[in-house]
């Protein structure tokens, strides 16, 4: 099985400071990887797909990059309406989907 | 718009089958390309994906939970279900339905709004 590790587990930042959270998988992915925004008391939502690619309506300071087995999420200017927690979700052996553990994202 | 909206019992009993309901609007199951998800998720935990169903009925299921775990859909009414047999207080969680698209990217790009199931007596 193919293992997906987020760090950090939580993150407190400022508004306005730029955000990273890396996602490790177990073995080469290629770009077979998103992520997701759950805010409390919702369902997630689907802000990045295939590594990289802005999902139609997110806001562009939300990114992604990376490819292999190491990936990072960006929020270039971080805003009090981000306060969620993030998650990576791989499918590069398919049928089976598996989630990273996810990233609290709070306002310092 | 694609919605979509789960039902069934919050409190079932251990080792009673727990019995949830997707109902879709917005988009017919018939039309195919897309792959039916259950994905719960523990109280204040991650998130676990449970299995999926084409329209056909052709499913696959987590390994983890297979020999528990029954999904069946039901096009006429638009809906698809999840059965989970011998429940333990370790299947309370929120479960989500959700789309998962069918081709590149393997995505889940609706969701329902989740509903919480406690096993408890």
């Known amino acids: 099985d193919i293992q997906m590790t987020q760090s950090p587990s939580s993150l407190s930042a400022s508004v306005g400071d730029r955000v990273t959270i890396t996602c490790q998988a177990s073995?080469?992915?290629?770009?077979?990887l998103n992520w997701y925004q759950q805010k409390p008391g919702k369902a997630p939502k689907l802000l990045i797909y295939?590594?990289?690619n802005l999902e139609t309506g997110v806001p562009s300071r939300f990114s992604g990059s990376g490819s292999g087995t190491d990936f990072t999420f960006t929020i270039s200017s971080l805003q009090p309406e981000d306060i969620a927690t993030y998650y990576c979700?791989?499918?590069?052996?398919?049928?089976?989907?598996?989630f990273g553990q996810g990233t609290k994202l709070e306002i310092k | 718009q694609v919605q979509l909206q789960e039902s069934g019992p919050g409190l079932v009993k251990p080792s009673q089958t727990l019995s949830l309901t997707c109902t879709v609007s917005?988009?017919?199951?018939?039309?195919?390309?897309?792959?039916w998800s259950w994905i719960r998720q523990h109280p204040g935990k991650g998130l676990e994906w449970i299995g999926y169903?084409?329209?056909?009925?052709?499913?696959y299921y987590n390994p983890s939970l297979k020999s528990r775990v029954t999904i069946s859909v039901d096009t006429s009414k638009n809906q698809f279900s999840l059965k989970l047999s011998s429940v333990t207080a370790a299947d309370t969680a929120v479960y989500y339905c959700?789309?998962?698209?069918?081709?590149?990217?393997?995505?889940?790009?609706?969701w329902g709004q989740g509903t919480l199931v406690t096993v408890s007596s």
């Open positions: 959700a789309r998962a698209l069918g081709g590149r990217p393997r995505a889940f790009d609706y």
């Open positions: 917005g988009g017919s199951i018939s039309s195919g390309g897309y792959y």
């Open positions: 169903i084409y329209y056909s009925g052709s499913t």
């Open positions: 073995q080469d992915i290629s770009n077979y």
């Open positions: 295939d590594a990289s």
């Open positions: 979700q791989q499918y590069d052996n398919l049928p089976m989907y598996t």
